[in-house]
């Protein structure tokens, strides 16, 4: 960004896109800051990306690295696909976010502290062997030493606020800031505080007052000598909202149910960074959602089961060690043929590992992870707003041909978020569902469709269509308990057969590019935005490199290979060791898949992938 003065006087500069990223402690409020700028920003018609970033810890000790809180955006007049590698303006609110964080900021990027913070005893908790502010830590960038503390308690005065209330606002002094720097209306902010605030006044009418306190105290000091204008984007016309991968997820699985005419039943256990699915259904009972919050994971997901076996459609939601807790009752689900959704938000493990941090190690655990010869379909979302179309389209599978569907999403979709236009009900694909049929007037539970090899799915109580299903192996077509060798294996090779054929009802691979690349780079899931933009770069460079990125990761499209034949080398980027790399290779033996792997609990860098795929296009 470029600072500059006219006669003394502050100028604006227009920007193409901008890299904000707040810190401080898990109090002060730092998730809200950078929601409430996102939520301005989307009104104002700017594309962008968020990251939020925060701990596990519940009540880590205060003014430590382990307790800081951040949220990082990415807002532009052009398309964005990621929250950005290195921020523009970094708000550390303390030494500790500041010791943390700083590592985000690009050098000669602004970092704002709250000067008030950096007194002795904090700078010690933080690490820090001397004041950063003095000692040259910070000689790459443009420091403002702004004293936010003091500046909130000054605002706030004469209001009936006791001192934990006035520091709590100061997070709205820091955020006024930022709306003068980059040319925000307050109205929006001000109207939220209203509304969150509206049964003490008080607390409003300081928040109110820490913001505007906030932004006129940018406009006039000094060492912001520029505003930053990013005009709006230019996007498709429609009706948009900020949304976020948990929400849009609860929303695509709602849409589903109205379009299948289903009930939606939603059996789930709280955990992390799942549990805001189960919130958002829970909204929603005037739409006729169920929810159920269960005592634990196998109680959740058999109550799912019992609403899809009731004719309902039936989903459950957890992370990784939920879903390894779910494993026998999937199995259930596979072995009786009834539609489930299975949502595995996945988060750092293994056990409970990283709970609050991002990552894509549950594939294996999604293709493979049941016992015995137990397929599953299993698809994954690539950005917050999609999480909406791949959990319709999970339902849609699930309901049209009679089997488990595992929806894969992860901890950087379910928090992030971007603009989203809401779709019209004439643009989704139709839910079309195989009613129960008799056979010469006698009804079987496995009789199947030819196509799909789905069998019928018929209420229990429905007149001439009594059965029962269970764990046991079935006989085919009659669905009687059976122990037969032969028709165990035909079973079981039946039940894969179902789940290959899936790949009849998916669309193809797209590849951005030309086709004709030296490199393909393959992705999955939530690593689109940065492997997308890091190829667009580089092919505006003129380098050899084609992209395809995988949402259909059980069936695998049905020209995967076909692609994957015009390239000599195959480099498959992702957030665990190589687990899709293997599924890969494991396919297409003899094609030179490589892997790329960050376990890291972080997305990847647009520039450490556009180096990585610079050195295999030496080659």
């Given amino acids: 960004m470029s600072e500059t003065l006219v006669n003394g006087k502050k100028t604006t500069t227009e920007l193409e896109k901008v890299v904000i990223r707040f810190a401080g402690d898990s109090g002060d409020g730092m998730q809200l800051t950078g929601s409430q700028f996102s939520f301005t920003s989307a009104l104002w018609g700017n594309d962008l990306a968020t990251f939020p970033d925060f701990p596990a810890e519940i009540r880590a000790p205060q003014g430590t690295v382990e307790g800081v809180s951040g949220f990082q955006v990415q807002i532009g007049k052009i398309d964005i696909y990621t929250p950005g590698d290195q921020a523009d303006v970094l708000v550390a609110m303390n030494p500790a976010a500041l010791k943390s964080n700083l590592q985000f900021a690009r050098k000669g990027g602004n970092v704002i502290v709250d000067l008030d913070a950096f007194v002795d005893r904090n700078i010690e908790k933080a690490g820090f062997a001397s004041n950063p502010l003095e000692d040259g830590t910070l000689a790459d960038y443009n420091v403002v030493e702004a004293p936010i503390s003091s500046l909130t308690k000054t605002a706030l005065e004469g209001l009936q606020l006791d001192n934990k209330s006035i520091m709590r606002s100061k997070n709205m002094f820091a955020l006024g800031m930022m709306y003068w720097l980059f040319d925000r209306s307050l109205k929006e902010t001000e109207k939220y505080i209203d509304s969150k605030f509206k049964k003490t006044p008080a607390l409003a009418e300081g928040n109110k007052r820490a913001l505007n306190a906030g932004f006129h105290y940018a406009e006039t000091i000094e060492a912001l000598p520029s505003m930053y204008k990013i005009p709006p984007a230019i996007i498709e016309k429609g009706v948009y909202r900020h949304i976020s991968g948990n929400t849009a997820t609860a929303w695509g699985l709602m849409a589903a149910a109205e379009r299948a005419r289903k009930k939606l039943f939603l059996g789930s256990y709280p955990i992390t960074p ?99 010869e137990s397929p599953a379909v299993v698809l994954a979302a690539s950005t917050p707003a999609n999480c909406f179309e791949f959990a319709y389209m999970a339902a849609k599978i699930a309901m049209e041909h009679m089997t488990p569907v595992i929806l894969l999403t992860d901890g950087y979709l379910a928090n992030g978020s971007e603009p989203w236009k809401f779709p019209k009900t004439a643009d989704m694909p139709p839910i079309n569902l195989e009613e129960a049929k008799k056979s010469n007037g006698v009804y079987y539970p496995y009789e199947r469709d030819t196509e799909k090899l789905a069998r019928g799915w018929a209420v229990p109580g429905t007149p001439g269509f009594e059965h029962r299903i269970g764990g046991l192996e079935k006989q085919e077509k009659t669905g009687n308990v059976s122990y037969d060798p032969t028709n165990h294996e035909k079973m079981v090779r039946t039940r894969a057969e179902k789940v290959e054929r899936v790949a009849n009802y998916i669309p193809d691979l797209e590849v951005q590019g030309n086709g004709d690349g030296k490199l393909l780079v393959v992705g999955w899931g939530g690593t689109f935005g940065g492997l997308r933009t890091a190829v667009t770069e580089l092919q505006h460079a003129n380098k050899k490199v084609d992209f395809v990125h995988f949402n259909y990761i ?51 860098l647009v520039t450490e992938l556009k180096e990585v795929f610079i050195e295999h296009l030496k080659d």
């Fill in 274 to 372: 799942a549990s805001d699915i189960l919130h958002e259904l829970s909204r929603h009972k005037n739409l006729g959602v169920i929810t159920m919050q269960a005592e634990d994971e196998i109680a959740a997901v058999c109550s799912a089961i019992g609403a899809s076996y009731a004719g309902q459609l039936g989903v459950t939601t957890s992370s990784g060690p939920g879903i390894a807790l779910k494993g026998e009752a999937i199995g259930l689900a596979i072995m009786a043929e009834i539609p489930l959704v299975v949502v595995d938000v996945q988060r750092g493990g293994p056990s409970t590992g990283l709970p609050t941090k991002t990552e894509q190690a549950d594939i294996n655990i999604a293709v493979f992870g049941r016992n015995s």
């Fill in 554 to 604: 059980n069936p695998l499209p049905k020209n995967t290979k076909a692609i994957f034949e015009k390239y000599n080398k195959i480099v498959v980027c992702e957030l665990n060791m190589g687990q899709f790399a293997s599924l890969l290779r494991s396919k297409f033996p003899g094609m030179n898949i490589l892997s790329y792997s960050k376990i890291q609990g972080q997305p990847f």
